[in-house]
């Protein structure tokens, strides 16, 4: 997976779609964080061909902010980290 700017006009919500070649059938925790790695948002989400559709909630904040993949087991293992930028319009 690679890094993407996402722009997002102001109290909008926005969808990221993933490749998730390699990264194994499950369901998952998708999680949002800013850049000190507080937690913003999360939900589950589930793999749908080779790729995963994330429905983020409305940003009121530009910023850094990061994306990341967990297996819904008890490790909670990270599965990986997507790094995107959000930059309000009015």
């Known amino acids: 997976m690679c890094s993407s700017d996402l722009i997002v006009p102001?109290?909008?919500?926005?969808?990221?779609?993933?490749?998730?070649?390699?990264?194994?059938?499950?369901?998952?925790?998708?999680?949002v964080v800013n850049q000190t790695g507080s937690a913003i948002w999360s939900a589950r989400i589930a793999r749908t061909n080779d790729e995963v559709e994330i429905h983020l909630p409305r940003f009121?904040?530009?910023?850094?902010?990061?994306?990341?993949?967990?297996?819904?087991?008890?490790?909670h293992d990270l599965l990986t980290e997507v790094p995107f930028a959000v930059k309000l319009q009015f």
Not at 15 to 26: I, K, M, S, Y
Not at 63 to 75: D, K, P, T
């Open 10 to 31: 102001e109290w909008r919500p926005a969808t990221l779609h993933l490749p998730v070649e390699g990264v194994p059938d499950a369901v998952w925790q998708a999680e």
């Open 60 to 75: 009121t904040k530009a910023g850094r902010f990061y994306l990341r993949l967990y297996a819904l087991s008890a490790e």
